[in-house]
């Protein structure tokens, strides 16, 4: 019986050392011959991100509302005769939007515009804005840029002023309809606010 197993691992051994041997001249082979063996690997594959191209979209539209000037009206140290007879104005103008799609919910905004105060009193108070912001869900807009008026009225030649917006576009059809609060503020406290509406094709 010690015979037997014996000559069964004696056989397994022999079998084992067999193999290897094959497989070792196997590979030497495969050198020899300039063939590279084959070995198992693994492929990962990577999904492209695909870029969301920019679109430009443009509106233009008739503005028109409510302007305020602080002390506009009022005798100060700095405007003993003031040029207007009340503070508060009517104004009418143009503007010009381009919108820069961003793809999802929100958009870069550039505006433009020329507006026209002070006809109710038979004055021609002209003034212009240039901003850029940002438009979310295509109806909440904000923005910051620069004023510019022929007249300061605290005659210190502040006719560059900083100029603040934000607004809402209400989408009618082919149409829509703009509500904007703006705010200039001013170093000698002439500051500006003015509410306006309008619409936009």
Known sequence: ??????????CFGIANVAVAETS?????AAKGSGVTPAVATSTVTYEEIKSIPLSMSYRKGLRFGYNYVNQGAEKTA??????LSSPHM???????QQTMA???WLDILFIQNVTISGL???LVIPSANALVGFEINKKLQAGVGINVAPVDPADDGNLIHLVTAIGWT?????????LHLVFIPD?????RCAVTTGVNW
């Open 1 to 10: 019986m010690f015979k037997k197993i014996l000559a069964s691992l004696l």
């Open 24 to 28: 070792s001249l196997n590979i030497d």
């Open 78 to 83: 700095l405007n003993d005769d003031p040029r």
């Open 90 to 96: 009517f104004a009418i103008g143009f503007e010009m």
């Open 187 to 191: 170093v000698n406290d002439y500051w």
């Open 170 to 178: 209400q989408p009618a059809g082919s149409l829509s309809v703009p």
């Open 102 to 104: 961003g793809g999802d």
């Open 120 to 122: 109710e009193q038979s």
